[in-house]
């Protein structure tokens, strides 16, 4: 009987779970999360632990007790702290996810810059790092459009760009001096403008399996409207492309994450082992790099690990033992739309604490799925945290059958909540594909 301890929290650690549960082999699932998810109750073995995911000795405590064949961690937060470099060096408990050193891939936007312009990878915008204000007027000026990012784990909150956050070169030096106040150092980049995508890629440090591509909204409201938010719905196409996006483009993506891969080996001696996830944008320049993450998309993972048609434990145990080049692995050739059920009022001030009902949801298939997020199960059901609460993934042959599902179940759940209705919707859709033909300037250029 194979052990797997599972760490993590929001939709993201369900759908993992729900990966790991539909394997055929004989498993037990062990959950550490933050919050009594339902869907973690379901699939695991025995109570979930709840803790910090990045409490390093709670996490080595129950792995103790558990002792586990593998871990495989969700979130970015224990990855920065070092949870996978303790599992392995003191309990030797392999990981699917890398050591922080390798995190630094997400857990610093400097070294990730460095380390492609290090190694001659393509994708970089015009960047430069500062540990303090001299010269920082100086850049902007010369940038004219730009972005400033606090050089840490920031929950995609900590990036202004200008034009939406920062309106004047003052402000930016405002923002710029207020991180460096807080002892971190600053990295200034051209402001790019285009339409972004991402690419998940497996890793077991020596062979990379890149994915499918998958596009995220990350705008609280209709029309891209209203604050940034860890991202309110995805979708992807039944072709493994996306309507703006052609192969070629994809094959660049692909070739990014090969290429960090190996950057990340030669530069730091040691194999990466976990998830790879690319956030690209395609400008009129051609494609960037606009950040990596050390782990799967919340939501990306919900359109990405439904589709799989490899058993997702084998998929593990290569990256673990380095073979991944040995592992055939698929995807179902749909189309998938993600919607996230969020609480009124997030991000900013979100209702907590009130009841969600979910009885009126169809029943889960192979076409619809349902992941629970920050919701806790309390004796008087299923409470709000605050947070993205419900994921419902429509699974169709085209965009279309996708997401009339996802909207039908994500519409059906009850109680002071709300979700995006046009993601994955045609009009939707047309803008985006509109958006990159006017930034290539053709209408000829090969959208996907
Ligand atoms: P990050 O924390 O790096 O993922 O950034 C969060 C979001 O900020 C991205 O998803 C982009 O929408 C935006 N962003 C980051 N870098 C840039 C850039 N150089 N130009 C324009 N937008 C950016
Ligand atoms: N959806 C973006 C992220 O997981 O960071």
């Given at each position: 009987m194979l052990k797997i301890l599972l760490i993590g929290k929001s939709g993201r650690v369900d759908c993992i779970a729900d990966a790991l549960y539909r394997s055929p082999r004989e498993k037990q699932i062990f959950s550490l999360s933050e919050v009594n998810n339902p869907g973690l109750i379901e699939k695991s073995a025995e109570d979930i632990a709840i803790g910090k995911t990045d409490d390093i000795e709670f996490v080595l405590n129950y792995a103790r007790k558990v002792k586990p064949d593998f871990a495989v961690i969700g979130p970015e937060e224990p990855l920065e702290v070092g949870v996978v470099d303790a599992l392995i060096d003191q309990l030797g408990i392999p990981c699917v996810g890398p050591r922080k050193t390798l995190a630094r891939l997400e857990s610093s936007k400097s070294f990730t810059r460095h380390l492609l312009e290090k190694y001659s990878i393509p994708g970089n915008p015009a960047y430069k790092e500062f540990k303090n204000l001299d010269g920082i007027k100086e850049y902007i000026t010369e940038l004219g459009e730009f972005v400033v990012k606090p050089?840490?784990?920031?929950?995609?909150?900590g990036v202004k760009v200008f034009g939406e956050h920062l309106m004047s070169i003052d402000d930016g030096l405002q923002y710029c001096a207020e991180i460096l106040s807080d002892g971190n150092s600053v990295v200034i980049e051209e402001k790019l403008v285009g339409e972004e995508f991402s690419l998940q890629a497996f890793c077991d440090g020596k062979h990379v399996v890149n994915t499918i591509p998958i596009q995220d909204h990350k705008r609280a409201y209709n029309g891209d409207t209203g604050p940034n938010t860890g991202g309110m719905g995805t979708y992807s196409c039944e072709d493994h492309l996306?309507?703006?996006?052609s192969a070629e483009y994809v094959k660049e993506a692909s070739e990014i994450n090969n290429a960090v891969a190996n950057a990340l080996r030669e530069e730091l001696k040691e194999d990466y082992k976990g998830i790879i996830y690319g956030g690209f944008m395609i400008t009129k320049n051609g494609l960037r790099l606009i950040e990596y993450n050390a782990r799967f998309g919340d939501p990306e993972v919900i359109n990405l690990l439904p589709l799989l048609e490899t058993d997702f434990i084998s998929i593990c145990e290569a990256i673990i033992n380095g073979t991944l080049d040995q592992v055939p692995v698929s995807f179902r050739k749909k189309a998938t739309v993600c919607k996230y059920i969020v609480p009124k009022g997030y991000p900013s001030n979100p209702e907590k604490d009130e009841y969600i009902i979910m009885d009126d949801v169809p029943p889960q298939s192979d076409n619809l799925r349902v992941f629970y997020g920050a919701v806790n199960q309390k004796p008087g059901g299923l409470q709000l945290i605050g947070s993205r609460a419900v994921a419902c993934v429509g699974i169709g042959d085209t965009l279309k059958d996708a997401e009339q599902l996802a909207e039908n179940a994500a519409s059906?759940?009850?109680?002071?909540v709300r979700h995006r209705?046009?993601?994955?919707?045609e009009p939707l859709i047309q803008k985006r594909i509109n958006h990159v033909r006017a930034i290539l300037n053709t209408n000829n250029v090969a959208v996907g």
């Open positions: 050089d840490g784990l920031t929950g995609g909150k996306l309507p703006f996006l059906n759940i009850k109680g002071p209705t046009d993601i994955g919707t």
